[in-house]
């Protein structure tokens, strides 16, 4: 099956860019969406089809993907931004939705 | 408003079973695929299920394969899931999400508030 990899954690300053990956086999030829989940809260898609934002994401959220690794980059972080952000894609060969084990985004 | 609210958790023992229900509102429920995931005490995301609008499509996670069944009544705009044989892992908040798709895939939004469901004896 389909294996998304993410790191546990990152850690980033007030106002610095903070970029969590996403890495999985070939991954550059999937659509990869991103999730936010704040604590007590369902998620909230952030990135779809690798770099569009839906309506009320700001812009400070982008994405890319290419090769063996997805990103998902926040400029400018701010102190609400700190969540936990988990990688989804749809593996056509098992027929399954598969997500990344998440990261958590600590603001320091 | 765009609404998902699910209902139905509760606690079970072990080997019994349970249905959820999702409630959706402010969208034309039948043209959208919907799904299940689930979130276990301090874990990830983990995808359940999934139904195409019209119930042509249903897909199931390996670990629930067998004894979970996803269903919907667009007439009632919900959505359903049949959880039998339950076991003390099934243990988790389980969030009802639509589709949102691009042209050329989908991720999941929104999503209900979720509902916790506990197996335990």
């Known amino acids: 099956s389909y294996v998304l990899t993410q790191p546990p954690s990152v850690s980033v300053a007030p106002g610095q860019t903070a970029r969590i990956t996403c890495g999985g086999n070939n991954i550059g030829s999937k659509s990869v969406h991103w999730y936010q989940q704040k604590p007590g809260q369902a998620p909230v898609l952030v990135v779809y089809d690798d770099s569009d934002r839906p309506s009320g994401i700001p812009e400070r959220f982008s994405g890319s993907n290419s090769g063996n690794t997805a990103t998902l980059t926040i400029s400018r972080v701010e102190a609400g931004d700190e969540a936990d952000y988990y990688c989804q894609v749809w593996d056509s060969s098992s027929a399954h939705v598969v997500f990344g084990g998440g990261t958590k985004l600590t603001v320091l | 408003e765009v609404q998902l609210v699910e209902s139905g958790g509760g606690l079970v023992k072990p080997g019994g079973s349970l249905r959820l229900s999702c409630a959706a509102s402010?969208?034309?429920?039948?043209?959208?695929?919907m799904n299940w995931v689930r979130q276990a005490p301090g874990k990830g995301l983990e995808w359940v299920s999934s139904?195409?609008?019209?119930?042509?499509?249903?897909y199931y996670a390996d670990s629930v394969k067998g004894r979970f069944t996803i269903s919907r009544d667009n007439a009632k705009n919900s959505l359903y899931l049949q959880m039998n044989s339950l076991r003390a892992e099934d243990t988790a908040v389980y969030y009802c999400?639509?589709?949102?798709?691009?042209?050329?895939?989908?991720?999941?939004?929104?999503w209900g508030q979720g509902t916790l469901v506990t197996v335990s004896s």
């Open positions: 999400a639509r589709d949102y798709c691009s042209s050329t895939s989908c991720g999941f939004d929104p």
């Open positions: 402010g969208f034309t429920f039948s043209s959208y695929s």
């Open positions: 139904i195409s609008s019209s119930s042509s499509y249903i």
